[in-house]
Every structure is written in C-alpha cells, then in structure tokens.
C-alpha cells in the first residue's frame, strides 16, 4: 500500500468515527495508530465523554467482526475465552469459542471483573491465543482489545495489574468536549441513530496493509537509541520505582512509526517519538512512595524525561 493510500484510508476511518464522537480528532488519531500498530488501547475517563461509543463507531468503520464484553464481577474466565463443552452425539469434548474469538474486541468497564478472568485477557493480549484444557487456539492476525475503564470509581472494581497494563500499546483519555463541539452534540441526532448509519469505509485486509507499511517505515540509529536513552532515564529516574521495560521500549518505536506513516512520511522523526511517549509510557511506570505521596501523576514524570534526555538531530 503506498503512503498516500494510507493516509486515505486512515483519514476516511478517522472521519467515520467523528461522526459520533465530536471534538476529539487527536484521540481517535492515537486509537487509529493503535490500530495500525496492532496494539491494545486503554480508554480511561470519567462516565459519558464517549468512551463506549468510540468503540462501537470504530467497529462499525470496519468491515471486520466485533464483539462486546460487559466485564462484571461475576464474569467467568470462560465467559471470555469459551470453553469446551461435552458432544453427545459424537461423544467428545468441543471447543466452543467466547466472544475474544473477534477482530476487534470491546471488554467494557474491564476493571470490574475479578482478577481471575482479568487475566484471561493476558495470554490473548499478548501471543494472540487462548489455552483452554490444554489446548492452544489461535486469534484471528487481526486482534485488537479496546477495553474501557472509569479510573474515579472504586467501589466493585479491581484495579488491573502492571502486567495487564503492560499488554496496552496506548492509554488514552477522552476528556471533556469544548464548548463548540459540546453544542455539536447537542444539535446532533441521537447517538444510536448516527451509530446505526456508519458504513464500513475499511476492511481488515486494509488495516493489515497499513501495519505492513508502517512496519516498513524508517527508523534511524539515532531515533533507535533516543528511545533507549529514554528507556535509561526512566529506569533511574528518582520518582519511580519501575521504569520503562524492553517491551515498552518496542511499544513506542511501533507506535510511532504507525504515526509517521499515518503523516505522509516513510520515516520517523523525534517529534513522533515525543508525541507518543506520554500515551505509550505513563500507565507503564511505577511510582516511587515519595512520588505517590507527593502526588505526582506518571504523565508529569514522563514529560520530565523528555525535557531531559537529548534529541537526535538529523535521521542520521
């Protein structure tokens, strides 16, 4: 796929999703770049802003299969996986699939399951299968997770482990709308009605070709080692207790190659890695006691590390 069919393509998903969720061009950017990077997304807001309903307008962008998990504390690990049931009349064990067996998965509000089926996710997340009874069973190439979650209410929820955060690509908040797109929603139809008349403008082949591409995009050495210089100054940052690992390190050099692509250009340049870091990288760290208690957020820390470490000139 050439660049320029990228940027169509990526353009006309991004324009379907608008379409129901208003004001917020630069957060469908990150979800699409997840997209493309075949990375999970982590959607984190306050109830109403649209979290939910980003989700379904991206499915119904696609022409792929979705499905929706509405994560409750007595949702079984099974109930997300399948499971194997008894065949009487061939008299075997069958595999029947749960609802992760899709393109594009929605596991809603995922902070209310129990930690027990929260790591049912985790295999999947990351090897793109299941085990169940012992046996391995593939996911389709295409598997994306958009989980959701509502970061100020802890009453019935668990929070999830740095192993599960650490299977997203990207965290991503909404935010509330601006005043102009606020009355946008307010003059539009209902939400459903704009949800039912999206069209697919992108198949899955599509989205496969655009992650070829951004695979192929050009990094540099010196981009390659700003990242690992990066890596370095969270892993002795004084404000954190845990630092960026090996596979956050991939995470933002695919994330923002995924950018670069999606902005004309067959190379990455620092303005993509220093786009990213903060989405990539804030729900990755750990911070220190002092730093807690101080109450200073990751997303600080991070900023913190890019106005230390050096930027590359040139592409080197």
């Known amino acids: 796929m050439p660049t320029d069919s990228f940027a169509e393509t990526f353009s006309a998903v991004a324009a379907s999703v608008e379409q129901v969720l208003h004001g917020k061009p630069e957060v469908i950017e990150l979800v699409l770049i997840a997209l493309v990077a075949q990375g999970h997304v982590l959607i984190e807001d306050v109830p109403g802003v649209g979290k939910t309903s980003l989700a379904k307008a991206l499915a119904r962008s696609l022409d792929c299969t979705w499905r929706r998990v509405q994560f409750t504390p007595d949702l079984l690990p099974a109930d997300v996986v399948g499971g194997t049931v008894w065949d009487r009349d061939a008299a075997r064990f069958d595999f029947r699939p749960g609802p992760i067996f899709a393109n594009l998965v929605l596991a809603d509000e995922i902070n209310r399951a129990s930690p027990k089926t929260q790591s049912a996710l985790l295999?999947?997340?990351?090897?793109?299968?299941?085990?169940?009874?012992?046996?391995?069973?593939?996911?389709?190439?295409?598997?994306?997770?958009?989980?959701?979650?509502?970061?100020?209410?802890?009453?019935?929820?668990?929070p999830l482990p740095e192993s599960q955060l650490d299977r997203f690509l990207l965290r991503v908040g909404i935010g509330y709308p601006d005043r102009g797109a606020e009355l946008a929603i307010l003059d539009a139809p209902d939400s459903a009605h704009t949800l039912s008349l999206l069209r697919p403008v992108a198949a899955v082949r599509d989205i496969q070709a655009m992650a070829a591409v951004a695979r192929e995009t050009h990094v540099a050495p010196s981009l390659k080692g700003y990242i690992i210089d990066i890596a370095e100054a969270t892993r002795h940052h004084p404000a954190l207790d845990l630092g960026m690992s090996p596979r956050a390190s991939l995470a933002l050099m695919h994330a923002a190659r995924a950018r670069a692509v999606a902005s004309g250009r067959n190379y990455m340049v620092p303005d993509d890695v220093k786009a990213l870091a903060e989405p990539v990288l804030a729900h990755r760290l750990i911070r220190s006691g002092q730093a807690a208690m101080q109450g200073l957020d990751t997303r600080e820390i991070v900023a913190d590390v890019l106005r230390r470490v050096p930027v590359p000139s040139g592409r080197g």
């Open 123 to 158: 295999e999947a997340m990351e090897e793109r299968q299941v085990t169940v009874d012992g046996v391995g069973h593939p996911l389709p190439s295409t598997f994306i997770v958009l989980a959701t979650q509502n970061p100020i209410e802890h009453t019935g929820t668990y």
